[in-house]
């Protein structure tokens, strides 16, 4: 079945469903419900009308398809149980869940500014996780050298504090023969 419906954001959808079904009770499919498949198609709107309606177009054209079939199944089958109607459902299956035809090219314009956006978004993660390692990497080997340069001074320097001392103390022993 295809039928227009208004979503929870106030947006319109064309949304076609099947629904399996199996006579559990033939007695009261036959005599306990005036035209059976016609209740059941009725019931099966209603409830999609329902499902439909506590969600936005979104999640009913893309992510929210299986927890609509799920939520659907179960709702019709407590009315076909609350009807009498002698039916197990065994299955509600989404078809078709598109925009109407009149706003279909805005919609897909949507969806590619959409898909772009993630699509940008994504390239500018890649580069980030490309460039920003590599700049730590390049800054944590110039700390690395200049702290082995300035340990180099540092060494140097008081190397040539040991090699003064050991002059001023010959010297200071005999400053004449030292000069």
Same mark, same amino acid.
Do not use: H
């Given at each position: 079945?295809?039928?227009?419906?208004?979503?929870?954001?106030?947006?319109?959808?064309?949304?076609?469903?099947?629904?399996?079904?199996?006579?559990?009770?033939?007695?009261?499919? =036959?005599?306990?419900?005036?035209?059976?498949?016609?209740?059941?198609?009725?019931?099966?709107?209603?409830?999609?009308?329902?499902?439909?309606?506590?969600?936005?177009?979104?999640?009913?054209?893309?992510?929210?398809?299986?927890?609509?079939?799920?939520?659907? =199944?179960?709702?019709?089958?407590?009315?076909?149980?609350?009807?009498?109607?002698?039916?197990?459902?065994?299955?509600?299956? =989404?078809?078709?869940?598109?925009?109407?035809?009149?706003?279909?090219?805005?919609?897909?314009e949507v969806n590619q500014a959409q898909q772009e956006r993630e699509k940008l978004i994504n390239i500018a993660e890649g580069e980030y996780n490309r460039d920003v390692p590599k700049a730590r990497g390049e800054a944590d080997q110039k700390i690395q050298a200049a702290?082995?340069?300035?340990?180099?001074?540092?060494?140097?320097?008081?190397?040539?504090?040991?090699?003064?001392?050991?002059? =001023?103390?010959?010297?200071?022993?005999?400053?004449?023969?030292?000069?």
């Amino acid at each position: 079945r295809e039928t227009e419906m208004v979503t929870g954001d106030l947006n319109a959808a064309l949304v076609e469903w099947v629904i399996q079904y199996r006579i559990s009770d033939p007695q009261k499919f =036959l005599f306990e419900v005036r035209e059976p498949s016609e209740t059941l198609r009725y019931v099966s709107e209603s409830v999609m009308r329902e499902v439909v309606g506590d969600r936005t177009v979104d999640e009913v054209i893309t992510i929210g398809r299986q927890e609509i079939e799920s939520e659907a =199944l179960i709702k019709m089958q407590a009315l076909s149980t609350k009807y009498a109607m002698g039916i197990s459902i065994d299955q509600v299956q =989404l078809k078709n869940v598109n925009p109407p035809p009149l706003v279909q090219p805005s919609f897909n314009e949507v969806n590619q500014a959409q898909q772009e956006r993630e699509k940008l978004i994504n390239i500018a993660e890649g580069e980030y996780n490309r460039d920003v390692p590599k700049a730590r990497g390049e800054a944590d080997q110039k700390i690395q050298a200049a702290e082995g340069y300035a340990l180099k001074r540092v060494n140097e320097s008081e190397g040539d504090v040991s090699k003064f001392n050991a002059v =001023l103390a010959e010297y200071l022993k005999a400053p004449e023969v030292t000069r």
